[in-house]
């Protein structure tokens, strides 16, 4: 299943922004970086930009030697393990995590560290690096996403803190089937800062 949305630039902002859409890990204690999803470009005044938001995702891994695991289908509940097997290394769905809200991967290879990532609709939407052998990454996310207006993102890359904490809309996608997101405000008189706005929901 996906939600349709379509960005929509109702603004006054004669800038060009470039809009960074994405999602924060809830799974961890702490606030750890996150990734450029999506990044809109050249999206001029009165333009519209429609995307999916697939509510599945993907799991793939890196190990210590530079192999990259086939991406598999990931939803959660589920537990995947690095595991090495007769064939060499191997990312293997090995039954159900800890935590149905999570979908977690355990290193469980005898030495070597790993990279696990998490895709959504093809785009890497989060990654853990250098996790040690019995150790796990855990990936959660609430069904809403980030937006807002940054300089110097790149999309698939993690942001720095700065443009993290600057960006302040969150978009509640639950039970949503599609949407328009309304971006208002901009330059010139009166100016009023950049907003993001859900309109013409349709629920699922």
Not at 69 to 76: D, E, K
Not at 82 to 87: E, W
Request: charged residues 10%; glycine residues 8%.
């Amino acid at each position: 299943m996906s939600i349709h949305l379509n960005f929509i630039n109702q603004s006054n902002n004669a800038d060009n922004p470039e809009i960074v859409i994405f999602q924060k890990n809830v799974a961890t204690n702490f606030d750890e970086l996150s990734v450029a999803w999506m990044l809109i470009k050249n999206c001029g005044i009165g333009d519209n930009y429609p995307f999916s938001f697939s509510m599945s995702m993907a799991v793939g891994v890196s190990d210590s030697y530079g192999n990259y695991s086939p991406q598999l289908p990931a939803q959660n509940g589920q537990l995947f393990s690095m595991t090495l097997t007769t064939s060499g290394n191997q990312l293997l769905a090995t039954g159900t995590g800890t935590s149905s809200k999570e979908v977690q991967v355990l290193n469980n290879l005898p030495k070597g560290a790993i990279n696990a990532s998490i895709y959504r609709d093809g785009k890497l939407l989060a990654t853990k690096t250098s996790i040690a052998p019995q150790q796990k990454a855990l990936f959660g996310f609430k069904p809403t996403i980030w937006i807002g207006a940054a300089s110097q993102v790149v999309q698939g890359q993690l942001m720095n803190p700065a443009i993290i904490s600057s960006i302040n809309t969150e978009l509640s996608l639950l039970e949503v089937a599609s949407a328009d997101i309304v971006m208002t405000g901009g330059t010139g008189h009166n100016s009023t800062p950049l907003s993001f706005n859900l309109r013409n929901v349709v629920m699922s």
